[in-house]
């Protein structure tokens, strides 16, 4: 009895998929399994059930979301909140990128370059431990600088306040992962033919036009992967950040659809009405995601997948 | 004219990164200071770049906290075996998905690639962990972080760039695919093991959530968990108090020295953040790398 080639080939790798074995298993249970159970949105879940045992409810949930006042803020904010991350918080890195790369000092660059990397190393509850300290009005070092210098009188309640609300979570934001994100820009400048800068200097390029036509370009394939992956999450504004930031005095333009998915689905049991919010969450990170990598095909020719 | 111009961008570039520096290092200084000065002084403000009434107090007292040190224990031992059996699996992984002859290795990796496209979301997510029986139990710290998709392109992509002549000459010499392994391309990943050891283990150590929702058992609670309960507890409490500071000024200052929750607060954050201060910068090397590497297209 002669085996089949492929089966010769197979048995050959044998070791290999007894590698990949914990692997396979591992993403069955724990990312293909809860596909499967993407259906507790659709159904009145009871644990007792499962996944597939509890009754169908049809879109009961889905009415029961839409129709709830507070639906439409809830996808305003999220939107809004991580559509100003995405706009200031995909420019800042690039920004870095470009002016670390115009530092000749190579010490120098590399000391700013370790320090801007550092606060992406901390959790979030740390980052908000840290602004809750140095915002307060109650002897934080912020308030007691600005009042010292005179620009203000009156101590500001940076938190806890629609005023300032939006300018926390996007500050908090590009101070945490600022330095990180521009790393893959560093690699892409670096990446660049010293040939094209050289020859823009003897065309008469200043520094300034330097960066607009050698390095701008250069970094433009990687920007535009990345700028896809990040529309990808434009129904998620950072559920840690927001979490933990976010109060009664915030609400109205700080509740956001991830922390309502886990406030209502953990804290209240309300597991099939979550399910059916992420559910919604999901299917419009899918759409915009490859709507956005088909446009960038059209014009870059650049795209994910 | 060119030559003058270029030194006024430099300074200018030159200073702005400066302040920039600063405002990435100054809040951590801050806090170290904070929760080295004592507690009551510090309510009354004006700190900034010393301690003023210097005390090690406030360390003192958090370190005589059992419930510190039961998180602390906790954190620790998820940190450490996480990190060891992620890295472990993921490696291995990687090293079958690099064999570019295994029949199934595009099928395999569109397999692990796909949930990072579209997830199922948080809920299916956590009634999975319910129903393996994960939910408020040690393991729920290590098993749901066992792999990740990025981290096995990154350490597949490393492995890809090691020579097959190297591999060849160990069949030669009577190598079995284990033994290749074990003693060829194991020595030769230091650097991408070391990145994705960072990667996992500042992730392990970084997370309150899972503490937070996924566990009641008081003696599982990690320490950021602990930080996070203080941060919704403790603010009512310490603002209050420190209007009342400000309000008594310095008499208090005279008569009452001590602890305060803030303070607490402030010195159990220093020793959250100081292992991550310490490692990182012997691994930066590597993660920047790492990073560079993983942004190579699988």
Redesign the interface.
């Known amino acids: 009895m002669t085996a089949h080639p492929?089966v010769k080939?197979?048995w050959r790798?044998k070791?290999?998929?007894l590698?990949?074995l914990?692997?396979?298993v591992?993403?069955f249970?724990?990312?293909?399994?809860?596909?499967?159970?993407?259906q507790?949105?659709f159904r009145d879940?009871r644990?007792s059930g499962?996944?597939s045992g509890s009754p169908w409810a049809g879109l009961k949930y889905f009415h029961q979301f839409f129709g709830y006042y507070q639906a439409w803020e809830l996808i305003r904010n999220t939107i809004l909140i991580s559509a100003m991350k995405l706009s200031v918080g995909f420019t800042m890195p690039i920004v870095?990128a470009i002016?670390?790369n115009?530092?000749?000092n190579l010490r120098?660059k590399k000391?700013?370059q370790?320090?801007?990397y550092?606060?992406y190393?901390?959790?979030?509850?740390?980052v908000?431990?840290?602004?809750?300290?140095?915002l307060?009005p109650?002897?934080?070092?912020v308030?007691?600088?600005l009042r010292?210098t005179g620009l203000i009188q009156e101590p500001i309640t940076f938190l806890n306040n629609t005023t300032w609300f939006y300018q926390v979570i996007l500050g908090s934001d590009v101070?945490k992962n600022i330095?990180?994100n521009s790393?893959?820009y560093?690699?892409a400048i670096a990446g660049i033919d010293q040939q094209l800068y050289e020859a823009a200097r003897i065309d008469g390029a200043?520094?300034f036009r330097q960066m607009w036509h050698v390095t701008l370009p250069g970094i433009r394939n990687?920007a535009v992967?990345l700028f896809i992956l990040a529309t990808?999450s434009l129904m998620s504004a950072g559920y840690?950040q927001l979490l933990?930031l976010n109060g009664p005095a915030t609400a109205a333009i700080g509740s956001v659809l991830?922390v309502h998915?886990?406030n209502s689905?953990?804290s209240e049991g309300r597991?099939s009405y979550?399910?059916a919010v992420?559910?919604f969450?999901?299917v419009i990170a899918?759409v915009l995601?490859v709507t956005v990598n088909r446009v960038a095909r059209k014009i870059s020719d650049v795209s994910l997948? | 004219m060119g030559k003058r111009k270029l030194s006024l961008f430099s300074l200018l570039n030159g200073a702005f990164l400066i302040l920039f520096s600063m405002s990435m290092l100054y809040p951590f200084l801050y806090i170290l200071i904070y929760s080295l000065n004592d507690g009551k002084d510090s309510m009354l403000g004006a700190l900034y770049f010393y301690p003023r009434q210097f005390t090690l107090d406030n360390y003192a007292q958090v370190f005589h906290n059992p419930k510190i040190w039961q998180a602390y224990r906790i954190t620790i031992m998820r940190t450490l075996l996480g990190t060891i059996l992620h890295v472990s699996l993921c490696t291995l992984m990687a090293y079958a998905l690099s064999k570019k002859t295994l029949p199934g290795r595009t099928f395999f990796t569109f397999y692990i690639f796909l949930p990072t496209i579209f997830s199922a979301g948080f809920i299916p997510y956590f009634i999975t962990l319910q129903k393996l029986h994960l939910v408020n139990t040690f393991w729920v710290y290590i098993i749901p972080m066992l792999f990740s998709f990025f981290h096995i392109v990154i350490i597949r992509t490393f492995l890809q760039g090691i020579p097959e002549e190297l591999e060849e000459s160990a069949r030669i010499d009577g190598y079995g695919d284990f033994q290749i392994f074990l003693r060829v391309i194991l020595p030769l990943s230091g650097p991408v093991l070391a990145t994705i050891s960072l990667f996992n283990g500042v992730a392990h150590w970084n997370d309150w959530f899972t503490g937070t929702y996924f566990v009641s058992d008081k003696s599982l609670i990690p320490v950021q968990t602990l930080l996070q309960q203080m941060l919704t507890e403790a603010e009512a409490l310490s603002s209050s108090m420190q209007r009342a500071a400000q309000q008594g000024g310095q008499t208090m200052n005279n008569n009452v020295a001590g602890a305060t929750p803030e303070s607490l607060r402030m010195a159990l954050l220093v020793i959250t953040v100081f292992p991550i201060l310490c490692i990182y910068p012997f691994l930066q090397r590597y993660f920047v790398k790492g990073v560079m590497m993983g942004s190579v297209k699988g």
Request: charged share 10%.
């Open positions: 492929l080939r197979i790798h070791l290999f998929y590698f990949m914990p692997g396979i591992w993403f249970l724990f990312s293909y399994v809860p596909l499967f159970g993407i507790v949105a879940f644990f499962g996944f870095l002016l670390l115009e530092v000749r120098f000391v700013v370790t320090l801007s550092l606060p190393f901390v959790s979030w509850v740390v908000v431990t840290l602004m809750q300290r140095l307060t109650y002897g934080g070092p308030n007691d600088f010292g101070w330095g990180w790393i893959i560093m690699a200043g520094r990687i992967i990808g840690e933990l991830d998915v886990i689905g953990i597991l979550a399910a992420g559910l969450q999901s899918l995601i997948f």
